[in-house]
């Protein structure tokens, strides 16, 4: 590592040191304080990943590391562990799951190299831990399904080819459209999502990034409606769908052009 980079990471700890002794709200703040606010700190990250914003890039990868340095200093203070440590397991850890690079394994392709890391992973366990448990329960359930999905591939259950998984969707979407009662349609609808997540994964097309471009496509050109709406002195509520079509398509427009 270069000396400017050591010399910033220890400028970094020695600032997280005294704002933890001299600053009220960082001498309060516990692991569970921060919890909500690193989650909400990779949102943001994500968010700026996705604008392809690297200024902003650069400023969140900022603030998720602090919470690191942060979670550390903490446990430093019960002596439970260090960030000295957190640096050490996670090199080991690295060096263990790539045997390829540290070690004489051969592999032929990146799907070898992730299905060592899995088989790493369950060998550490000690034969306890399940594949799919690493998968926190927390996560979205959109990613939570992508996630299941890779990892379940890793030891071979998976479709062998798109074409099947495709027809997989078409068998859930008549299940779906076949379901009487509200708590069928709501199972097959569940089932019918998982199977496009899973030909999403087909297509190496990340199902959460997909749905959230969207998302913010839609609040651009929702706003962009609004916009119109009041600049031309009429409320939404009183108009109809076609009227808001017409504004909406000049926003879809817009966009292409610019695109």
Same mark, same amino acid.
């Given at each position: 590592?270069s000396?400017s980079?050591?010399?910033?990471?220890e400028r970094?700890l020695?600032i997280m040191?005294e704002?933890?002794e001299q600053?009220?709200w960082d001498?309060k703040?516990?692991?569970e304080?921060?919890?909500?606010?690193?989650?909400?700190?990779v949102? =943001?990250l994500? !968010?700026?990943?996705?604008q392809?914003d690297?200024?902003?890039i650069?400023? @969140?990868l %900022?603030?998720? *590391?602090?919470h690191?340095v942060?979670y550390a200093?903490i446990?430093?203070e019960t002596?439970?562990?260090?960030?000295?440590?957190?640096i050490?397991?996670?090199?080991?850890?690295?060096?263990?799951?790539?045997?390829?690079?540290y070690?004489?394994?051969?592999v032929?392709?990146?799907?070898?190299v992730?299905?060592n890391?899995?088989?790493?992973?369950?060998?550490?366990?000690?034969?306890?831990?399940?594949?799919l448990?690493?998968?926190?329960?927390?996560?979205a359930?959109l990613?939570?399904?992508?996630?299941?999905?890779?990892k379940?591939?890793?030891?071979?259950f998976d479709?062998?080819?798109?074409s099947?998984?495709?027809?997989?969707?078409?068998? =859930?979407l008549a !299940?779906f459209?076949?379901?009487?009662?509200?708590?069928?349609?709501?199972e @097959?609808? %569940?089932d019918? *999502?998982f199977?496009?997540v899973?030909?999403?994964?087909?297509?190496?097309?990340?199902?959460?990034?997909?749905?959230?471009?969207t998302?913010?496509?839609f609040k651009?050109?929702?706003?962009?409606?609004?916009?119109?709406?009041?600049l031309?002195?009429?409320?939404?509520?009183?108009?109809?769908l076609?009227?808001?079509?017409?504004?909406?398509n000049e926003?879809k427009?817009?966009?292409n052009k610019?695109g």
């Amino acid at each position: 590592m270069s000396d400017s980079r050591l010399v910033a990471f220890e400028r970094l700890l020695n600032i997280m040191d005294e704002l933890r002794e001299q600053c009220p709200w960082d001498r309060k703040q516990t692991m569970e304080s921060l919890r909500h606010l690193s989650i909400e700190e990779v949102y =943001e990250l994500s !968010e700026a990943i996705l604008q392809n914003d690297k200024q902003e890039i650069k400023k @969140e990868l %900022g603030d998720v *590391l602090l919470h690191i340095v942060f979670y550390a200093r903490i446990a430093s203070e019960t002596n439970d562990f260090t960030i000295t440590e957190v640096i050490n397991s996670l090199c080991e850890k690295l060096i263990e799951r790539h045997p390829h690079i540290y070690g004489d394994v051969q592999v032929r392709n990146e799907e070898d190299v992730k299905q060592n890391w899995e088989q790493i992973k369950l060998k550490e366990s000690g034969g306890k831990k399940r594949l799919l448990s690493g998968v926190p329960n927390s996560l979205a359930s959109l990613v939570k399904a992508f996630r299941m999905q890779e990892k379940a591939a890793q030891v071979g259950f998976d479709w062998s080819d798109k074409s099947q998984v495709w027809a997989k969707v078409e068998e =859930e979407l008549a !299940e779906f459209n076949e379901a009487e009662t509200p708590e069928q349609r709501e199972e @097959e609808l %569940g089932d019918l *999502l998982f199977a496009l997540v899973n030909y999403a994964r087909f297509e190496q097309i990340n199902p959460d990034d997909a749905l959230e471009k969207t998302n913010q496509k839609f609040k651009r050109r929702f706003e962009y409606i609004e916009e119109q709406a009041r600049l031309n002195g009429r409320e939404m509520r009183s108009m109809s769908l076609e009227e808001m079509d017409i504004w909406w398509n000049e926003a879809k427009t817009k966009e292409n052009k610019i695109g």
